[in-house]
């Protein structure tokens, strides 16, 4: 059994057939069958099922194995760039980060992680929940952001910044000028609605909690279009708070962002990745340095708490 095999291995939960794994890792469905046949006779346990007709499955015991295999490359991987570095973090980082508020969290990273850590070299990938869950749990991503709501058991976390939900209004609403706003009072308009995990799920708990049913305008998956929207007056929004972001749609029409009172949906934006992966030190590096920047954002005496992590050295903001 080589590294090479279980590199391969480990691949192969992100592919249906047999023939788009051999083409992304660049080698013959002959070659990629013989090492599968390897592994196979070497464990003797059947792995997966390569039929033409139906593609590729992998057996409970292969998806079992595909997730050992892939923490022994990575950590295989990590032991050759620390012999290689010394004490300079050297290598890539795969970040996700949820689509929704990734423009007001990641120029703040893309630019001052790697002046701090030059070696260190970070691949995005920005999407919604159901694709970076998928993507961590295949292993194509070391971390990710995400809101630390409606999240499935089986992951770290630890907390960036404190995040609330927020009344978005259109200039001149009778509201705007109130230093909060209360849902009940907004009940009767119409809302143009965030419809995204968990942003739908986020609005109705709040609506809920209060008793309260909402007049949807209409449903948009864009944060950037709820804002246009209720620029031009078609209704309100509710958006969850996210730092460096301007009181403006994309047009440049103004929009007025009030905190609710009382608060709904606090909660924070959190760093997470499977319970039974390492974070590796360039990950964990970046982590440190997003509490560093964005942090003291929002009102931390609102949020919830989320579980600690407990990877060893992270600390968990309160």
């Known amino acids: 059994m080589s590294i090479r095999q279980l590199e391969l291995f480990s691949a192969l939960p992100n592919f249906t057939t047999l023939s788009a794994a051999a083409a992304h890792l660049h080698i013959s469905e002959s070659a990629l069958s013989q090492a599968i046949t390897g592994l196979e006779t070497a464990v003797g346990e059947q792995l997966c099922v390569r039929r033409k007709a139906r593609g590729l499955t992998l057996t409970p015991a292969g998806q079992q194995f595909a997730k050992q295999a892939r923490q022994i490359v990575s950590d295989t991987h990590e032991l050759v760039l620390d012999a290689r570095r010394g004490t300079e973090l050297r290598g890539p980082v795969k970040l996700g980060c949820y689509s929704s508020f990734a423009t007001s969290v990641l120029p703040e990273l893309l630019e001052g992680f790697p002046k701090r850590h030059p070696g260190v070299h970070i691949e995005v990938m920005v999407g919604t929940y159901e694709e970076l869950l998928a993507a961590l749990d295949a292993g194509r991503l070391d971390v990710v952001l995400v809101y630390n709501v409606n999240l499935p058991v089986g992951y770290r976390r630890r907390k960036i910044y404190a995040t609330e939900l927020e009344a978005h209004l259109p200039p001149g609403h009778p509201l705007s000028t109130a230093a909060t706003v209360d849902l009940a009072d907004l009940v009767s308009e119409p809302l143009v609605l965030f419809h995204a995990t968990p942003g739908t799920i986020n609005v109705a708990d709040a609506f809920t ?110």
């Open 209 to 318: 909690a209060r008793g309260l049913e909402p007049r949807v305008e209409t449903r948009v998956t864009e944060t950037s279009l709820v804002e246009a929207l209720v620029g031009r007056g078609v209704g309100y929004g509710l958006l969850m708070s996210r730092p460096n972001a301007l009181p403006m749609s994309v047009e440049g029409r103004p929009v007025v962002i009030r905190p609710l009172d009382p608060p709904a949906t606090v909660s924070h934006v959190v760093g997470i990745w499977p319970d039974d992966m390492n974070l590796t030190p360039r990950a964990s590096a970046l982590l440190d340095f997003a509490v560093e920047k964005l942090g003291s954002y929002g009102r931390a005496d609102v949020a919830s708490d989320s579980p600690p992590s407990n990877e060893p050295g992270a600390t968990v903001l309160s």
